[in-house]
């Protein structure tokens, strides 16, 4: 094998690896579907310290279609009576419920435009990988030309 052989060789397990990560990074980004909540506005009925790790205030919720529910913030040391934005899982769960700080948990648009980009991150690596791979090509081409 000719060390020009090698050298194709390389630069297509380079222009392969480099592809296959891409698609690897879009299929990271991809969202899943297990992740839907609902928004609703959170009252905080009893604060606690932060002192402890499992430190969590309570909250009454109310839903955006009226519903009222009281579960566990996923956070501490709010005021009584404070109002936050919050999230919780739908469909609500049998057993008790824990709220989140609203766009501290999963996404609540449209997985749309997350899945165009991390279609757009893939694409975009293979087109890396191309040009990186013609560029290598033109500067291997302009390296074995003799200047006389």
Do not use: K, Y
């Not at 194709?8 to 299929?27: E, F, I, P």
């Not at 566990?72 to 934005?85: F, I, P, S, T, Y």
């Amino acid at each position: 094998m000719s060390g020009r052989d090698t050298a194709g060789a390389g630069v297509v397990v380079l222009v392969l690896v480099l592809g296959l990560g891409s698609m690897g990074m879009g299929w990271l980004m991809w969202p899943s579907a297990a992740g839907v909540v609902r928004a609703g506005q959170g009252t905080v009925v009893e604060s606690v310290l932060c002192g402890p790790s499992d430190a969590q205030d309570l909250v009454r919720v109310e839903l955006l279609d009226g519903r009222e529910v009281t579960g566990r913030l996923d956070g501490c040391g709010h005021r009584l009576g404070e109002v936050l934005a919050v999230e919780v899982p739908d469909p609500l769960p049998a057993g008790e419920l824990v709220a989140r700080l609203a766009g501290t948990g999963v996404p609540t648009t449209s997985s749309n435009g997350q899945r165009l980009g991390a279609g757009g991150v893939a694409v975009a690596g293979i087109a890396g990988a191309l040009l990186a791979w013609r560029l290598r090509r033109e500067f291997s081409a302009d390296r074995r030309r003799v200047v006389s």
